[in-house]
């Protein structure tokens, strides 16, 4: 990993929305941390478009970024011929879009693995000799075997980890289930892989499984979509390749310290999809756990903080935990650089109007963790044959979406359902629904839009 001065760091700033006020006996405080980043990183601070290349050699002060593109060639892609010409395609764009200096490699993906460009165990780097060699190679792709990503992402991370790059990151395409090897084989790939490099997850047409690219995305903290339409994948490629380029600095954790007797409950992203991370802490210090964010640039998340602290007399004060953002000493030998802190506080009153406030930013985001997890329930219902339950929790999706302004998602859920009271959730199961217009909904399901200012 790159070792960032202060001045190529990004600036980061914290921010903590919530109402502090507990009545007696009350325990449980919730806060929405808002991380925001802003310029620096592996650019020193210029914009990305006036930075200079790193050096091929690795031997420099800015070691850049290096991706791999994980392209499926598993037979299914000859279904229609079109798929993997699109594949191709879109590989093809997202090469153009890398920045000048970054390595890159290029795997075919079936039952195995294989560093089609540049082969060897070895990453390119990218400028007008490489791009052209790299496209050749890929006209060189066909269809054929069967499907096994948790190969795919090994390699990858043999290839990212060969070169000493500040953002490592992969992007995935596959178009069909991973039939190939078990679901046990791939969890132990991502757990593998987990912290070492970001990975974007695609799936192209309707015939992926979409709880194993969103579990890809999920463990590693990147993000999925669907492409339901091949001709659609250069766009979206171009895209993603675009926010990887964006992306300044890696590994920053969330860092929450808590007083004695206090416990942290849970921690999820919130926006701008929801993501838990509760599961996901490395403890720091005997009161302090790390958690991950991945890699940022310029962009500002949320994340809803729940802690459980002891009971307290009215009129006493705590701190509840201390929030930090951590860039570790990338050698482990020195001490981790703290880029910004809030604090999330516990005040105990007999004032009911103060207690029983909720904040504006926890609300929101209560109802868009809830908005994610109904659509999910709902469309688990609908598949099992419960149209009952799958009416019901959809109608409460309809309602939450549109309470909270959340519009895409509101046009997903028209796509399933007849929405006859959207303030209500009254709403009526279509007889017919395309695949596509499915699984677009459970895939986008987590997206959440901001608090309404």
């Known amino acids: 990993m790159a070792n960032f001065s202060k001045s190529q760091v990004p600036q980061f700033s ?5 109402n502090a006020f507990l009545p007696e006996g009350g325990r449980e405080v919730n806060a929405i941390v808002t991380v925001t980043s802003t310029g620096g990183g592996t650019t020193g601070g210029v914009p990305l478009a006036d930075a ?7 031997t420099g002060q800015q070691p850049g970024a290096a991706v791999v593109l994980m392209v499926d060639c598993s037979g299914s892609m000859d279904y229609p011929p079109t798929k993997m010409r699109n594949a191709r395609d879109a590989t093809a764009a997202a090469i153009d879009t890398l920045r000048e200096g970054t390595r890159f490699a290029v795997v075919a993906g079936t039952h195995v693995a294989k560093d089609v460009y540049p082969g060897h165990g070895r990453l390119a780097v990218a400028d007008a000799r490489t791009r052209a060699q790299a496209k050749e190679a890929l006209r060189k792709l066909s269809a054929g075997g069967g499907t096994a990503i948790g190969t795919w992402l090994r390699l990858a ?11 490592r990151h ?3 395409l596959t178009d069909g289930r991973n039939e190939h090897e078990s679901p046990e084989d791939l969890g132990a790939a991502l757990d593998s892989c987990a912290g070492r490099f970001t990975c974007d997850a695609r799936g192209v047409g309707t015939d992926w499984e979409v709880k194993e690219v969103t579990g890809i995305a999920a463990a590693l903290l990147g993000t999925a979509d669907i492409v339901a339409e091949p001709s659609g994948l250069a766009a979206d490629f171009t895209h993603m390749m675009e926010n990887a380029m964006g ?10 310290w808590t007083p004695v007797g206090a416990e942290i409950r849970f921690v999820k992203q919130v926006a701008p999809t929801v993501a838990d991370l509760t599961g996901r802490r490395t403890e720091a210090n005997a009161r302090a756990g790390d958690y991950p964010t991945g890699s940022w640039g310029d962009e500002s998340r949320d994340y809803h903080v729940c802690v459980v602290v002891p009971e307290a007399g009215i ?9 930090s953002l951590i860039l570790p000493d990338p050698s482990g030998a020195g001490s981790p650089q703290t880029l910004s802190q809030g604090l999330v506080r516990a005040v105990w009153t007999d004032d009911m109007v103060a207690s029983t406030s909720i904040n504006p930013q926890v609300a929101h985001y209560t109802g868009q963790a809830e908005l994610a997890h109904v659509i999910q329930q709902g469309l688990e219902a609908r598949k099992a044959g419960d149209l009952g339950g799958a009416t019901a929790k959809l109608g409460r999706a309809v309602q939450l979406a549109s309470a909270s302004g959340n519009q895409d998602t509101a046009k997903l859920l028209s796509k399933v359902v007849d929405v006859v009271d ?3 959730g009254t709403v009526r199961l279509k007889a017919k629904v395309a695949e596509a217009d499915e699984m ?8 959440t839009v901001r608090v309404k200012k």
């Open 14 to 18: 914290v921010e903590v929305y919530q």
């Open 52 to 58: 200079a290349p790193p050096p091929a050699d690795g």
């Open 157 to 167: 991370d043999r290839l990212l980890n060969s070169a000493d790059a500040a953002i």
């Open 170 to 172: 992969g992007i995935l």
């Open 247 to 256: 992306k300044e600095v890696a590994d920053v954790a969330l860092r929450l």
């Open 315 to 323: 009129g006493q004060e705590m701190l509840a935990a201390r929030v």
């Open 422 to 424: 959207a303030a209500t």
């Open 440 to 447: 677009t909904l459970e895939t986008r399901s987590t997206k």
